[in-house]
């Protein structure tokens, strides 16, 4: 189509095989259509996780947040153990920002000290709130998956529209979590929020 420029193809992988399994969907029955819900609720996993990767390198933390020059990006996870292994792949030798990136599953009640991006999976709100609560909790990105995520106090918050991976911002969550989000990043967000959601 002249005048648009083309996906990057694996942007454009990930949007066709989502498409192709959404459209698929509807006609099957009985044990196809639990398989082809897997395969989705999977696909969706992936594509978050590789958000979340990505949202590392729109992201400026203050120095302040980092024990030295060397220390790494910590991306903790909570409440979504596959989505941190699929995570973990993903990052497995990568750099951003000259840091290396971690993945650290964070268990039941575990603060996330140190942790520089925290995605909290489902509808967890009591876990959300310990987390913006506990002691130690430096500049922190936290994403979620959440109904009523940016309400919570989550900075970006992953919803699904038309059938598609999306994702609301909070400027003045990122604000009061010391965090500084591109301009870029905000430019492909569904919503971004500049007061109270």
Same mark, same amino acid.
């Given at each position: 189509? &002249? ?5 990057? &193809?694996?942007?454009?992988?990930? %949007? ?6 959404? +459209? ?23 594509? !978050?996780?590789?958000?979340?990767? !990505? ?12 024990a030295d020059a060397g220390a790494p990006l910590v991306i903790g996870v909570a ?10 792949? =993903? ?28 995605? =909290?999976?489902?509808?967890? +709100? ?15 990105l936290v994403v979620t998956e959440s109904e009523q995520g940016l309400q919570q106090?989550?900075? =970006?918050?992953?919803? =699904?529209?038309?059938? %598609? ?32 959601p």
């Open positions: 189509m &002249p005048g648009r420029a083309p996906l990057p &193809p694996r942007r454009a992988l990930l %949007r066709d095989l989502a498409a192709c399994v959404l +459209t698929i969907l509807p006609g099957l029955s009985g044990a196809q259509a639990a398989l082809a819900a897997r395969g989705a609720a999977s696909l969706e996993r992936s594509i !978050k996780a590789a958000f979340l990767y !990505k949202f590392l390198g729109y992201a400026e933390f203050p120095a302040s947040a980092f409440g979504a153990d596959e989505l941190a292994a699929d995570l973990a792949r =993903i990052v497995a030798g990568r750099v951003v920002q000259g840091r290396q990136v971690v993945v650290r599953t964070l268990r039941e009640q575990e603060a996330p000290a140190g942790v520089h991006l925290l995605f =909290i999976g489902g509808d967890d +709100t009591v876990r959300l709130r310990h987390a913006l609560r506990a002691p130690g909790t430096g500049a922190i106090g989550s900075v =970006i918050n992953f919803r =699904i529209v038309e059938e %598609r991976v999306r994702f609301d911002v909070s400027l003045e969550a990122a604000d009061r979590n010391s965090v500084k989000l591109s301009s870029r990043l905000l430019t492909v967000a569904n919503h971004v929020h500049k007061g109270a």
